[in-house]
């Protein structure tokens, strides 16, 4: 079974959108540039020459930044999160049929264009819904974020969102609503466990190094193996 | 901070070298680093690169990673220092220069700029995903580098840290710049540039013509482009891509790759019967009359040759999708095609001999089509797109770089060399490899940082010179002639023909005395020191070695050698030399102020060309040129409230003879200048302070 074409497409693109990526320009890291999560998606999907690391797969905000920027659009949000699913499921499920199969090989204006996309000319566009040629199987059409924080955050985690200011690399921090710990997503990426209203632990050390940045004094970050509490 | 994730590694270990991709989609992975470190700080990477020369380990210095020619790449046994944490940000509009952290990403620093309505004006295609840092240590340029030059030209000023740990800045005309502009992470690992930066200009004016075929086209550009105000944008485009690019206006082209790759060569010759009319789009930033002017003189130089006028339409087209090209490589690469880029530079004559020979060498394994999109008065860079089988790729590269090598170009314009080129670099420097080993030697003796890039480290090979001319080029706007020839003899031979040295205050001064001295004429202080407008330089190294170097426009093939050549036990026979046209009319303002360097920076941050300026004790003097009418409405728009008249730059104050004079931005500049300092050339990021002025 083939590999979806729009997982290789961003696997050897340019990485043209690497610097609206909000993980990729605060965390530094080279494995959060769009691109290379989605070298780990293919891998997940079964490229041979990829590797499977799920931090890739979560480093995600579901902002749609990359997308947007793309000049073919490609959801990345979707595949990523597509991805991730098969990468945890207990039995993982065989990779999706190639959605972009027919894309390839094709030569239009100007110099190589893929013939199931559309070139967009002009500012950047809304997101397209997930129904697209190059859109995983199941996505939906759009991330949604929550907007029910006051009715469900305690007051730790809305101590936190203050001393932050509700949001970090220019997207929204929310409460995790539906777990048993308090937590606080990042879009569809777990972030940060709330300890307390001035402590939190965050896994990863660039996201924790920045946080604390923005936080100042008002917050303390702590980097931990896990995203649970000590 | 150690990053010691092993996914980091694996993803911090290359860059985008076409045949990483391709070994990447045939499911091969690259080998990766033995850790990542990220410093947070120059003093963290200065101890991080203390301690790694100790131990012996080899260093890869990774920015973005944008790279096309694997200049990052390792084998398992690598230091990779990710420059990106650093992001410092300083851009002071007053004095026209800007400071950036070497991990600032490019649309970052741009931006940045653009909030106090300044540019850098570099605008390479990656500039979303280049770091500043990577542009000056890969000699990148932008699509605009026929007005702004291209970074070699931008950056005033680094700050490096070098093997032993120690931190140095240096500034424009001193021998460390020019050596770590362009190194690629084998001589120095660069923490901060300045760049010098211009007011914006809002809009555009665009004209374009078709002509007849691409050696007409060829020969309007290098007309049009030394035209004043300079055009910010000329790109000449190939009868092929001449047919993309006005398709895109139209709405497309028909698919043909797949048949073409079935008989490359066929194509070759069929398409050059069948298509020849060429593309020449141009673009000058600004509005107004002075714009209109310059594209009235444009289009009278094309009229002239027959070629037909397009209007501003394909200007308008390239504008709104000049960042779309990299982008459609994908899909060529993923339908089992291997599609890459090759770009050279060469004087105006060799152009179209260099463009044949590439595609003559290319098509037996690949199509291959290109533009012309970096104009220069004495030159051009040409920009080849070419497309083939995957197991032809090795083949392809190796006939594309002899042919133009072999043609008379250089092997890269603003790409760099990495690994992909390295193997031409001997021959590309003509016998001068001795001074790069040397530069080597002095700065990493052991061989440690970027090993592999560039062909370093090496012992010193010797390969035939690269021979210059005789005297004046016309076609090219050079001239080449031995050290002893005094530069009166130069401005006699070609000022007849309407072109100057600007070099006319020292005509009793030997060439050889001019470029050892490196001294600046106040008469033409544009044009800056006197060896940036050395163009090649032949001699023999301190061994013997008989040595030539590549003329071209402008090069990214490692370190500028120029300064080292000229200063060391090196002997320098012939230089071959970049000249300008000879303006006619003059605006010259000029008059006594309390602080005639405030002034002067004022009208720098204006961001005219200034052909000559003087500040000495409390007089300033500022010479425009006006020898066109674009050059003059631009010149009439200068608001002046002191005194001013039509004199010469020779005609006025004919005491001042060239000296040696050291470039300073404005504000080291202020305070190093006292109130007898002579100070000159003044432009947008500082000025030359004269040595022993007064």
Known sequence: MSLPGAVLDCSVCARLCRDVCPVAVHGFAERFVPSEKMRSAAAVLGHPAGVVDLDRLRACTDCGACSDYCLYSVPVAPWLDAALKIAEAPDPTPPPADPAAQSISAVTDGMFVMSTCTPKTGPARERPAATGPNDPPGAPAAASR?????????????????????????????????????????????????VDGSTVCVKNPDCAAHLQRCAGDRLQVRVVASEDPP | MTVSNPFEREAASRDLWVRNQIAFLQGQSAPSAADVVRPASVAELAVVVKEAVAAGRPIVPLGAGSGVCGAIACRGEELVIDLKALTDIDVDSARGIARFGAGVMGRHAEEACNRVGFTIGHFPSSIACSTVGGWVAARGAGQLSSRYGKIEDICVGATAVLPDGSTQTAWRGSRELAEWIGNEGTLALLTEVYLRIRPQRQGWTFTAYMAPNLGIALKAASLIIRQRPIASLLRVYDPIDSRIALSHSKGGLARKLPWMLAAPRAILTAGDLALRKCLVVVGWEGEGPAWDAARTASDAIAGALACRHLGSGPGEVWLARRHDVSFKQIAVLRSGYFADTFEVGCPWTRVEPVYNAVRKAISPGAVSMAHFSHAYTDGSAIYFSMAGKLDAYDATWTRALKAASDAGATISHHHGVGRLKAQRMIDELGGAHGALVQAKAEYDPAGLLNPGCLGLPSQPRTVPPHVGFAGLD????????????????????????????????????????????????????????????????????????PFGTRVAPRFATGPDLRPRLLDGDHHVERATLRLVRQPQHWRHLYGEFDSPLDTARAMAATGIDIWASVVKGTRLDIWLACGTPGERAVANKVDWSAQQDESAPDAVRGAHVARKGRFLPWKELAEAADPDAIIVGVEAAGGWLVEGGR
Request: proline share 3%; glycine share 12%; hydrophobic share 40%.
């Open chain 1, 146 to 194: 929550s907007d029910d924080f006051d009715k469900t955050a305690t007051a730790d985690v809305k101590a936190v969102l203050t001393a932050l200011g509700s949001t970090c690399c220019g997207q929204r921090l929310s409460p995790d609503v539906g777990g048993d710990e308090l937590r606080l997503r990042m879009g569809r990426a777990m972030l940060v466990t709330v």
């Open chain 2, 474 to 545: 016309v076609g090219n706007g050079l001239w080449c002639g031995p050290l002893s020839d005094t530069l009166g003899a130069i401005e006699a031979t070609v000022r007849p023909r309407g072109w100057t040295l600007g070099a006319a205050a020292n005509a009793q001064q030997t060439l050889g005395a001019w470029l050892a001295n490196d001294l600046i004429d106040p008469q033409a202080s544009q044009l800056g020191n006197a060896r940036s407008r050395v163009v090649a330089l032949e001699g023999t190294l301190a061994d013997g070695t």
